[in-house]
């Protein structure tokens, strides 16, 4: 029983980054991003490429965040400079990057058999595996907090916030909307791709299709975290937004503890 719960705060910490990017695009922008269902997959196929070549765990994620932020620029710019819907921009994009993912993977599945040894390396909290993923993914959560509410504290932030609270009053202050959505766009989907790489990494492969649903998934997470501490600043919303990531989670694990039918 023990086994499930920590394995439900393991993918809830994974699929953290996704709820935050869908918090930067959604709630700050106020941009309904259906990107973040590509990017997901892209990131996770990049990912599991470059492990199988025995690429070293942080480099893969670098490049897995550095592909997500230029898929979110696509979009932004798609948005911005062509002044498509901004719903119809991240659909012209999220099916663009299925074609793209499926290339960059060679096949449409990808497995990782052996894990990765930065994880190895951390103290496993007499949990065995399942605590050393715990300790990983709560030190790369912990610092994508630290980053985001380091970033919209500064005038750069401050200036997305102004955008997604009042486009109107913003550019009337001299903010580019454009370069503003296009920055935060690709932002939100760099974090998005990185939990993409996390996940694929912890569930020991990648599928093409890994990310349907991504955009539910994160907005769940938002509203959960959200409706159960009810933050009154960005910082708390930050950390409410992981905590309802790991509620997500934990739902689906009392469901099983119950009996559910995992297909279900």
Same mark, same amino acid.
């Given at each position: 029983?023990?086994?499930?719960?920590?394995?439900?705060?393991?993918?809830?910490?994974?699929?953290?980054?996704?709820?935050?990017?869908?918090?930067?695009?959604?709630?700050?922008?106020?941009?309904?991003?259906?990107?973040?269902?590509?990017?997901?997959?892209?990131?996770?196929?990049?990912?599991?490429?470059?492990?199988?070549? *025995?690429?070293?765990?942080? @480099?893969? /994620?670098? %490049? =897995?965040?550095?592909? $997500?932020? &230029? !898929?979110? +620029?696509?979009?932004?710019?798609?948005?911005?400079?062509?002044?498509?819907?901004?719903?119809?921009?991240?659909?012209?994009?999220?099916?663009?990057?299925?074609?793209?993912?499926?290339?960059?993977?060679?096949?449409?599945?990808?497995?990782?058999?052996?894990?990765?040894?930065?994880?190895?390396?951390?103290?496993?909290?007499?949990?065995?595996?399942?605590? *050393?993923?715990?300790?990983? @993914?709560? /030190?790369? %959560? =912990?610092?994508?907090? $630290?980053? &985001? !509410?380091? +970033?919209?504290?500064?005038?750069?932030?401050?200036?997305?916030?102004?955008?997604?609270?009042?486009?109107?009053?913003?550019?009337?202050?001299?903010?580019?909307?454009?370069?503003?959505?296009?920055?935060?766009?690709?932002?939100?989907?760099?974090?998005?791709?990185?939990?993409?790489?996390?996940?694929?990494?912890?569930?020991?492969?990648?599928?093409?299709?890994?990310?349907?649903?991504? @955009?539910? /998934?994160?907005?769940?997470?938002?509203?959960?975290?959200?409706?159960?501490?009810?933050?009154?600043?960005?910082?708390?919303?930050?950390?409410?937004?992981?905590?309802?990531?790991?509620?997500?989670?934990?739902?689906?694990?009392?469901?099983?503890?119950?009996?559910?039918?995992?297909?279900?």
């Amino acid at each position: 029983m023990l086994w499930i719960w920590i394995g439900a705060l393991d993918q809830g910490l994974a699929y953290a980054g996704l709820a935050l990017g869908v918090y930067l695009t959604l709630r700050i922008l106020r941009f309904a991003d259906i990107t973040v269902d590509g990017s997901f997959a892209l990131g996770g196929g990049a990912a599991a490429v470059l492990l199988a070549q *025995q690429v070293p765990v942080p @480099l893969a /994620l670098l %490049v =897995a965040v550095v592909l $997500g932020a &230029l !898929a979110g +620029m696509v979009t932004g710019l798609i948005h911005t400079r062509l002044g498509v819907n901004d719903l119809f921009a991240g659909i012209l994009t999220t099916t663009g990057l299925y074609t793209v993912t499926l290339r960059l993977m060679g096949r449409s599945n990808i497995p990782l058999t052996d894990p990765p040894l930065a994880i190895g390396h951390l103290p496993d909290l007499g949990l065995g595996p399942d605590g *050393q993923w715990a300790l990983a @993914l709560l /030190l790369v %959560v =912990a610092a994508l907090i $630290g980053f &985001l !509410a380091l +970033m919209l504290a500064t005038d750069l932030g401050l200036a997305l916030r102004a955008l997604g609270n009042n486009p109107v009053m913003a550019r009337s202050n001299a903010i580019s909307t454009r370069r503003g959505l296009t920055l935060g766009i690709a932002a939100g989907n760099a974090m998005v791709a990185l939990a993409g790489a996390l996940v694929a990494t912890y569930q020991g492969f990648a599928d093409v299709t890994m990310g349907l649903g991504s @955009l539910i /998934l994160g907005l769940g997470a938002v509203i959960v975290g959200e409706s159960v501490l009810r933050p009154r600043s960005v910082g708390w919303s930050l950390v409410a937004v992981v905590v309802g990531s790991v509620l997500f989670r934990a739902m689906i694990a009392l469901a099983l503890q119950l009996g559910l039918d995992p297909v279900d």
